[in-house]
């Protein structure tokens, strides 16, 4: 008998899928598709990355690593932010995860209790929602709009906060705007966070240069205020590369 | 490198516990070949080469944005990040579920309707992504000129 869990109700699939498989069979008919409906970059791995990949395989290095990574990513990891954010993060404190939806989903199983609301903006990335839906977290939406870039306020928090919140997610860059968030609209929104004593992961799927700096005060900032740190940092999201790449910096040039 | 499925996440000092247990039996680990490839990708040579992509992506956001504005689109967020503009549609078409299926089958350009990012009026958005070079940019930009009459 089919009976899927009553959450599946609450969790959409890609509407774009639709469209993918007709493009993909006009195509087939010999019709040129221009394709910028595709949400990932176009460029091809760098080939220091396949090699080290593939000198891997052929080596036998095909078995677990431990749980959170494997150490020597894990510093590299930790080294990269010294070296580019001249900020101090443990490798202790860093999960190598499956894409940044594999963090958000350990991070939600880390922090979602039953029923638990937790404020997202709409529009925004349905896996965020979804992903909270499955650990049985209940999404409620920020509506956003021109006139806060897209992006959540202090002033609409507080409107949106109800006794039952959880917690807000953040993302910097949004999808699907592509809008940021400075160093004072995420620092007002974390004290908005801290007087409810809600948590406050974010999702920086992708990261720009010139936040480097900022991004810097902000840990630093964070590490001395927030005794127990609710600040979840999900990184880089499914691709070590883009983040640098896509997004680390010019960018942001206001238009 | 999408198809790698690597990220990270930076955990507070008190949950670390927690976020391994989970991970020990959610996932035991990321994929053990992807993790080694990912090493390299802190090499300043890599790093270097992912700079100048993300130029590129400047350089196409530069392009397509006043563009599409030129067409109709209003793009009314301010991109700063990612690869895509999410744009207003309202004044070219009355849903844009149906303009984007419009499109995909008179001009041959396919982008993303509104639809997948919400309830938040999303008949009245389309998402295009620049993840393609800026020739092909300029050709879907000259293709929705000719579909829309401008």
Redesign the interface.
């Known amino acids: 008998m089919y009976r899927p869990a009553a959450r599946l109700a609450d969790i959409e699939p890609f509407h774009v899928v639709e469209l993918l498989t007709r493009a993909r069979q006009l195509e087939s008919e010999g019709r040129d598709i221009i394709h910028m409906e595709v949400g990932e970059p176009d460029f091809p791995t760098p080939e220091l990355i396949t090699n080290a990949a593939v000198n891997a395989i052929n080596s036998g290095k095909t078995k677990y690593t431990q749980a959170l990574g494997l150490p020597e990513l894990r510093e590299a990891i930790s080294a990269f932010y010294r070296e580019r954010y001249g900020v101090s993060v443990p490798a202790s404190r860093i999960a190598v995860t499956n894409g940044a939806s594999g963090a958000l989903n350990l991070a939600f199983a880390c922090l979602a209790d039953p029923g638990s609301e937790w404020l997202l903006t709409d529009p925004g990335y349905p896996c965020n929602r979804h992903i909270l839906r499955a650990f049985d977290g209940r999404p409620q939406n920020i509506p956003v709009g021109p006139e806060t870039n897209f992006q959540p306020t202090p002033e609409l928090l507080r409107q949106h906060w109800k006794a039952t919140t959880s917690g807000l997610l953040v993302a910097s860059p949004a999808n699907p705007t592509g809008t940021l968030l400075t160093l004072a609209e995420i620092e007002a929104l974390a004290d908005v966070c801290r007087e409810k004593n809600g948590h406050y992961p974010g999702r920086r799927d992708l990261s720009r240069a010139d936040l480097r700096n900022r991004c810097t005060d902000r840990l630093r900032r964070r590490r001395r205020y927030l005794g127990h740190q609710q600040l979840f940092e999900v990184l880089s999201d499914d691709r070590l590369a883009t983040w640098l790449d896509g997004h680390s910096g010019g960018l942001r040039t206001r238009r | 490198?999408?198809g790698?499925?690597?990220?990270?996440?930076?955990?507070?000092?008190?949950?670390?516990r927690?976020?391994?247990k989970?991970?020990?039996n959610?996932?035991?680990?990321?994929?053990?070949?992807?993790?080694?490839?990912?090493?390299?990708?802190?090499?300043p040579?890599?790093?270097a080469?992912?700079?100048s992509?993300?130029?590129e992506?400047?350089r196409r956001?530069d392009f397509l944005?006043p563009a599409l504005e030129g067409i109709g689109f209003r793009?009314?967020?301010?991109?700063?990040?990612?690869?895509?503009?999410?744009c207003d549609s309202s004044a070219l078409a009355e849903d844009s579920?149906t303009l984007?299926?419009d499109l995909?089958?008179k001009t041959?350009?396919?982008?993303?309707?509104?639809?997948?990012?919400?309830?938040?009026?999303?008949e009245k958005?389309i998402?295009?992504?620049?993840?393609?070079?800026v020739d092909?940019?300029a050709?879907?930009v000259e293709?929705l000129s000719r579909y829309f009459g401008r």
């Open positions: 490198m999408t790698w499925r690597l990220g990270w996440m930076v955990i507070p000092e008190a949950y670390v927690d976020v391994e989970l991970a020990q959610l996932t035991l680990c990321p994929s053990t070949p992807a993790q080694y490839g990912a090493l390299a990708a802190f090499e040579e890599t790093i080469l992912l700079e992509r993300r130029a992506f400047r956001r944005a793009i009314t967020a301010r991109p700063e990040g990612a690869f895509y503009l999410y579920f984007a299926k995909l089958e041959g350009v396919a982008a993303t309707p509104g639809l997948d990012f919400g309830s938040n009026e999303p958005h998402r295009f992504a620049y993840t393609t070079g092909r940019l050709e879907a293709r």
